[in-house]
């Protein structure tokens, strides 16, 4: 998926370098004990998804439109901070981001193509309609 060392997988063999990526430490909110004062675990990683070179043109196009409600600036953030060490973050959030540009970047699905409903269940339908129909029918009271 993606790791603390290197570029971040897309789809296929398309790899956001690390070069394009942008990692911020903090502390991470929660409990922790004397730990949580000390160390920076939270990690947010930002990708320039506007400028970047890493995607093709098309793929590129598709995820600025499809995360467009997540960019700022055309800059995609990714924050974790649910593990106690920051490497395990780190690959979290790697893991995030790898899967928000895969599913952004897929192509759209097929439309689909509408079939028609054979004649045969159509009369089946029809015929268990009037059968019932017909049940309902004799229950009623002869003598009013």
Do not use: C, Y
Request: glycine share 10%.
């Amino acid at each position: 998926m993606g790791g603390t060392g290197g570029s971040v997988h897309v789809r296929g063999t398309v790899f956001v370098p690390e070069a394009e990526l942008q990692w911020r430490f903090s502390r991470s909110s929660g409990p922790g004990g004397q730990h949580v004062n000390t160390s920076d675990s939270q990690v947010e990683l930002r990708f320039d998804l506007a400028a970047t070179e890493a995607l093709p043109e098309v793929w590129k196009q598709r995820a600025l439109e499809r995360l467009a409600g997540r960019l700022t600036g055309g800059v995609l953030a990714v924050r974790a901070s649910e593990h106690r060490s920051q490497w395990r973050n780190r690959e979290t959030a790697a893991a995030r981001l790898s899967s928000l540009l895969a599913e952004a970047t897929a192509p759209p699905p097929k439309a689909r193509r509408p079939t028609r409903i054979p004649r045969g269940i159509n009369e089946r339908r029809l015929r268990t309609k009037k059968q019932r129909g017909e049940v309902k029918r004799g229950r009623t009271s002869r003598w009013d």
